[in-house]
């Protein structure tokens, strides 16, 4: 992609959410979109994420017990290790990029598909802000189940890592149990929702993007998918970066 391209696509992005964010003409219609899209992108997100967390989990205090655990190590280091990783980035970031696959392609693909076939161009000749009808639910569905998401994805992880840590024996259960609440601090329960949130709007509104300006047939809309979940998963690297650091510091 080109630098021109680039600073296009952040234009037209650009203009695309000021459409989005507007009052929308019927809150009757919208609450009924939001209900919608709460279901179908947060409550059928819920078993992908917590499988997902609750493997990882299991993994991390595998790899943990196996590459970090010396005699004159304590074993609460386990639990303390576990906790800080699952919290602050397998139960938001990791999860996120997961659902950027999901929900982006799934998002593009409507959008793109509604779009090729006329269905949006109809919206408008009603009168009807289709950008603000269309994707504004599916924005605010997504930032508010995010971090439902997140707590569900948090307590498969360490279910996951108690369950290993039971099954194979590795560190005592007592001593995993106080690693996990060793100098808890509550703020990274916040920084993961915080970030989770930020990244619920990149899952939703940059996919939308893509689907809304698809131009072509139904190769142009899987291309476009594609470049939603890559876009997405990029983005939400970088807002990594950069709120860890922001919050972190």
Not at 153 to 162: D, E, I, K, N, P
Not at 174 to 197: A, C, D
Request: with cysteine; charged share 10%.
């Amino acid at each position: 992609m080109s630098l021109k391209q680039s600073i296009s696509d952040i234009g037209r992005y650009t203009i695309l959410m000021r459409r989005v964010f507007s009052v929308p003409d019927r809150m009757r219609m919208f609450f009924r979109e939001y209900v919608h899209n709460l279901y179908a992108l947060g409550v059928w997100s819920i078993p992908i994420a917590c499988i997902v967390a609750f493997f990882l989990g299991a993994v991390v205090i595998s790899q943990i017990q196996f590459n970090i655990i010396e005699p004159w190590m304590p074993g609460f280091t386990v639990g303390y290790a576990v906790r800080e990783m699952v919290m602050l980035e397998f139960s938001s970031t990791v999860m996120c990029l997961i659902l950027a696959g999901k929900i982006g392609s799934h998002i593009a693909s409507e959008l793109g598909t509604m779009r090729i076939t006329q269905q949006i161009d109809a919206i408008d000749s009603l009168g009807i802000n289709s950008a603000n009808y269309l994707i504004f639910p599916k924005i605010t569905a997504m930032v508010t189940m995010m971090p439902v998401l997140v707590i569900f994805s948090t307590v498969a992880g360490f279910v996951g890592a108690y369950i290993v840590c039971k099954l194979f024996n590795m560190v005592s259960f007592n001593e995993l149990n106080y690693g996990v609440r060793y100098h808890f601090i509550p703020w990274h329960f916040w920084v993961s929702i915080i970030k989770s949130t930020v990244y619920a709007f990149i899952i939703t509104s940059v996919p939308a993007y893509y689907g809304y300006t698809v131009k072509g047939g139904s190769q142009d809309v899987g291309y476009s998918s594609t470049k939603a979940v890559v876009n997405s998963s990029i983005l939400i690297l970088i807002a990594d970066l950069v709120l860890t650091a922001l919050m972190m510091s």
